[in-house]
């Protein structure tokens, strides 16, 4: 295998913002390290022979469709849903903001 591998600054800094993660720098020196050695761990598994394990298909032989049917019922009505809702508006849930503006 080769030497370990190592994530850049810039890279760190990309998957923290994609993430929305305020990191300080420690923090993303382990998060360096740690991307790392998952990273490593899967090279490892690069230098396994599998040419004679056969290829999985479905963990569980014999498999049958499990799903039921699909048969309508009456649901709830929106003034029902709506009814013990804090926050709504326009016959919708409120929800609060989860992203930054930029």
């Known amino acids: 295998m080769n030497k370990k591998e190592e994530f850049s600054k810039e890279t760190i800094d990309h998957i923290s ?5 305020d990191l300080s720098e420690e923090e993303k020196l382990k998060l360096s390290e740690e991307l790392g050695d998952i990273l490593n ?3 490892k598994l690069d230098d396994l022979d599998t ?3 056969e290829p ?8 049958k ?3 039921r049917e699909d048969i309508p019922w009456k649901s709830l009505s929106n003034e029902e849903t709506l009814r013990n809702a804090k926050r ?5 849930f409120k929800a609060p903001r989860i992203l930054k503006e930029k």
Do not use: E, M, R
């Not at 913002?17 to 993660?21: D, M, P, R, S, V």
């Open 51 to 53: 040419s004679k394990v």
């Open 88 to 92: 709504k508006k326009d016959g919708y």
């Open 17 to 21: 913002k994609l993430a929305l993660l």
């Open 65 to 67: 469709n499990v799903f």
């Open 41 to 43: 761990y899967f090279k």
């Open 56 to 63: 999985t298909t479905h963990p569980i032989d014999g498999l």
